[in-house]
């Protein structure tokens, strides 16, 4: 077997072979004779069956095995010699070349390797971090939204006459124009927020005015792009009875609010709880500031900064994926097109190139100072944000998992944490630089 490997650069190899006919008769006659000392034919002892005959029934097996040994024996030697372990490898191997005549086989593959990455220097690279101010008028806008998200409808004896901002308790039936009943078009004591908007457009408008205990009739038109075809545009009309009227509880700030909304802190008070909202406030600025200026800048100055080969057949990867991306956006047309004229596609894969080596790029760095500094992100972590996400979306967080697995987007999924998290520290640790 005539080995050559080639390290192309430092990310890159190519291993060519040449595995002669001769090489491939005698591994196939030592496998057959084997392979008739272990089968058991009727009317042969074990360890007494023909070869000839082995050759006749597993011959075709038998070829397609020693050839898969032989070519994992030339790629094995080929890492040998380039001094690359297998861990290394990213990837599986390309086959350039595949090519079985008379005389044997030929084959020539290209492997990419994970990058060395001389890494020093990068925290001179982390921009300068100034610590957000947080102004008192500030933290009171944020304190009065407290309230109001913390207070509570009661209902008030002496109101009799429903105002917008109310939440009014009704019992409602409704019909259409000719009198037919609209399917899930009545309820009570149904609760409605006055403003809200929850339903159709002049419905809350027309109890606004009411008194307590009222019936009025309703007059509305469902609107032309209302879900339901049916009743899309069509007049209707609704008997609404208002049962009772609430309004919003007055609640004085004071230390007993502050205890209210911050249970399980000691001696809880009104000054804690503002100095609890000036810490919240400053986190959400500083988390707005590292996501939309500084943790783009930085790896922006990171991929500037350093040079380093990288595995083709990575980037070819990343080509296809971003490739991919803009075809979802594509007219049917538009894909036939690409899909029929080859020179159009490469020219299109070109032009994505410099964007796919910059991403590739940035992975590979943010791996490298991800082991400097210790970041890890575990599976357990990468499950827990994509079940919150999904339930933050409304979606069944069990099968968004089985999507990504299926679609195999859990490791770009796992990246992207360990990227946004290496940011966040090295940020956090140029602010605590400066602030000593």
Do not use: C
């Amino acid at each position: 077997m005539e080995i050559q490997a080639t390290r192309v650069d430092n990310a890159n190899a190519k291993i060519e072979a040449k595995i002669s006919k001769e090489e491939i008769q005698k591994r196939e006659e030592k496998a057959i004779k084997s392979l008739a000392k272990e089968l058991k034919i009727p009317g042969f002892r074990k360890g007494k069956v023909p070869p000839a005959l082995v050759r006749q029934r597993y011959g075709e097996k038998v070829a397609q095995d020693v050839e898969r040994e032989l070519i994992q024996e030339a790629i094995n030697q080929g890492f040998n010699d380039l001094q690359i372990k297998r861990e290394d490898m990213l990837g599986d191997p390309l086959f350039t070349k595949f090519e079985k005549g008379e005389e044997g086989i030929e084959l020539e593959l290209e492997i990419g390797f994970r990058p060395q990455i001389d890494t020093s220097g990068y925290e001179e690279l982390i921009p300068e971090v100034k610590e957000p101010e947080v102004s008192d008028e500030e933290v009171e806008e944020r304190l009065k939204k407290l309230v109001e998200a913390t207070a509570q409808f009661i209902e008030n004896p002496r109101r009799k006459v429903a105002k917008e901002g109310d939440l009014v308790v009704i019992d409602f039936k409704g019909t259409l124009e000719d009198g037919t009943p609209i399917e899930g078009g009545s309820a009570e004591n149904f609760e409605l927020l006055l403003g809200s908007g929850q339903f159709i457009p002049g419905f809350e408008d027309q109890i606004v005015g009411m008194r307590k205990d009222e019936t009025r009739t309703i007059k509305v038109t469902f609107p032309e792009d209302y879900p339901n075809k049916e009743l899309a545009g069509k007049p209707a009309q609704f008997e609404v009875t208002l049962k009772a009227i609430k309004e919003k509880e007055k609640i004085e700030v004071n230390d007993e609010f502050a205890k209210r909304v911050m249970p399980g802190v000691e001696d809880a008070n009104l000054e804690k709880l503002r100095e609890e909202i000036r810490k919240q406030l400053k986190n959400e600025k500083l988390t707005k500031l590292y996501n939309d200026e500084l943790k783009p800048k930085l790896i922006e100055a990171l991929v500037e900064e350093f040079q380093f080969d990288l595995p083709q057949n990575i980037v070819d990867q990343e080509i296809n994926v971003q490739l991919n991306g803009r075809m979802a956006s594509m007219t049917k047309e538009e894909v036939e097109e690409l899909q029929k004229n080859r020179e159009k596609l490469e020219a299109l894969k070109e032009e994505i190139r410099p964007e796919a080596e910059k991403s590739v790029k940035a992975t590979f760095i943010v791996d490298a100072l991800a082991k400097v500094e210790g970041i890890e992100v575990d599976d357990r972590e990468v499950v827990q944000t994509i079940y919150y996400e999904a339930l933050q979306m409304g979606r069944n967080p069990q099968e968004i998992l089985e999507a990504y697995e299926k679609q195999g987007l859990l490791p770009a999924v796992k990246m992207a944490m360990i990227e946004d998290k290496l940011l966040t520290h090295l940020l956090n640790k140029k602010l605590e630089r400066e602030a000593a």
